[in-house]
């Protein structure tokens, strides 16, 4: 929101990579806290980049990151706490919306593993995702966190997260575009897609001597499976890799899918020096058909890709709906602050429709409607 703008305290400089045509270029603010081991920052950030290039994603990643990353805080707690006390930094998330950061990588201390980033928002392989926009996700779930120090495996190995695990921001960045562990599509998968998952092949029969394994960047019980099974498994710097995946087609190795399916949506978290926008689209479904009796509740949402400039937004109504929400007899009905919100519908349907305002004006109404249906009545 604009009005954190004033809390600016650092100014960062943009690395960007040069211009390339048909990439997305994500924005990447870096915090670290002060126990962090700042020697391993460096190349856990060049194979995030290295990642994404390697598994033909079609991003690049800037940093907003001059030499040093931005102090945050000493945090303690679960990953849980440690996450939202990142989350919710002041001076973090006006720098964030300052640089148009549109994720946020924190060097850690200490986790209770190795990395943590909650994206649920990508969750279930329905609703919200794939390449529709993700209004939630830019509030909250744009923060990963990576341990530079220690944590013990289910062998009760000692882990060294930086060193043992090259990939580990690249890792903990992919969840935050949804990629996944999953091996496989069983259902009922967590992750984008049923068949999310890393690609951590076994040579079949299997061991065949001589002939190694290996993980992609997302599998989450490396190296201890390979110490297990007895056999060398080799690191790909890749989400999926289409030259080892069986028969040559990347069939459920779509983790790479997972970000060329969410990273419009991740690089428009936080526009810089963009203006006021229209709100598009809006969209939204059913939340309870009657709750409370006779109205019939619907979740509504709506993309705005300048939400650095919203301060609120005013929604508009259209009662009785009329097909194909012909712009005309909306009515202003109520304003919101944050991009989303639960709407009441009964009489019968009614069209709705959103305009993104600050303090020296509103946009015209958005280009598109959500139909809200009133079926409590009459059951
Ligand atoms: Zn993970």
């Known amino acids: 929101m604009k009005h954190l703008k004033a809390t600016l305290l650092v100014m960062a400089i943009f690395v960007s990579s040069p211009t390339i045509s048909a990439q997305t270029v994500i924005d990447v603010l870096v915090m670290a806290e002060p126990n962090a081991d700042a020697s391993k920052i460096a190349s ?9 290039v390697a598994s033909g994603t079609g991003v690049s990643i800037a940093y907003a990151f001059s030499g040093a990353p931005q102090v945050i805080p000493p945090m303690t707690g679960s990953d849980t706490v440690q996450h939202i006390a990142a989350t919710t930094f ?13 994720l946020v990588i924190v060097f850690v201390d200490e986790l209770s593993g190795c990395g943590f980033a909650p994206a649920d928002q990508w969750y279930g392989g329905n609703g919200i995702n794939g390449t529709a926009p993700d209004t939630s996700g830019s509030e909250d779930k744009y923060v990963a966190l990576v341990s530079t120090g220690t944590t ?7 882990v060294d997260c930086p060193d043992d695990l090259p990939y580990l921001a690249a890792h903990e960045t992919g969840h935050l575009f949804g990629a996944g562990h999953e091996e496989d599509a069983i259902p009922p998968a967590i992750y984008l897609y049923n068949n999310s998952h890393a690609d951590y092949t076994k040579p079949v029969p299997f061991p065949l001597p001589g002939i190694d394994g290996y993980y992609t960047v997302m599998h989450s019980v490396i190296p201890v499976e390979c110490q297990i099974t007895g056999f060398n498994c080799n690191a790909l710097n890749k989400y999926s890799d289409l030259a080892t995946a069986t028969n040559g087609v990347y069939h459920n190795t779509n983790n790479r899918q997972a970000i060329l399916d969410t990273k419009s949506s991740v690089t428009a978290y936080r526009v810089p020096g963009c203006s006021l926008t229209r709100p598009d689209p809006v969209f939204g479904n059913i939340n309870n058909p009657c709750d409370p009796d006779p109205w019939t509740s619907h979740n509504m949402a709506w993309f705005d890709s300048c939400e650095d400039e919203s301060e609120f937004y005013e929604i508009y109504a259209q009662q009785p709906a009329i097909w194909g929400g012909i712009d005309i007899n909306y009515v202003h009905v109520w304003n919101t602050v944050l991009p989303w919100d639960e709407v009441f519908v009964k009489g019968g349907a009614a069209n709705f429709r959103v305009k993104a305002c600050n303090s020296s004006g509103c946009t015209g109404k958005s280009n598109t409607w959500y139909w809200a249906d009133a079926i409590c009545e009459g059951h």
Do not use: H, K
């Open 152 to 158: 013990t495996d289910i062998l009760g190995n000692t």
């Open 90 to 102: 002041a001076p973090a998330v006006a720098l964030r919306n300052s640089t148009g950061a549109d």
């Open 44 to 52: 856990q950030l060049a194979e995030v980049n290295n990642v994404m």
